[in-house]
């Protein structure tokens, strides 16, 4: 129960972050609602953002899949003093 009751109080102290009817209206379609504070300010904005979120989607890729299938096989790979039980 009190885990409940922390995560509605939780919930409920995240409604003030969405975007007061006055920031609405200063953002483009696909922040609205989202964000405070005033739109992109230039043409730029917009592709910078798409651009390193892009970069950091690779990246994230990448990261999980060499954690999960290394592909090392390699007898003398430092994995293997790790996966070895012999010390």
Not at 12 to 29: G, N, R
């Amino acid at each position: 129960m009190r885990k409940l009751l922390f995560l509605l109080l939780a919930l409920v102290a995240v409604l003030p972050a969405w975007a007061c009817p006055a920031c609405q209206k200063q953002q483009p379609a696909i922040l609205k609602g989202i964000t405070h504070g005033t739109g992109p300010q230039s043409a730029w904005d917009m592709p910078i953002i798409i651009a390193s979120a892009l970069i950091v989607l690779v990246t994230l890729v990448y990261a999980v899949k060499f954690l999960f299938w290394p592909k090392e096989a390699g007898e003398q790979h430092i994995k293997r003093s790790i996966l070895d039980n012999t010390f």
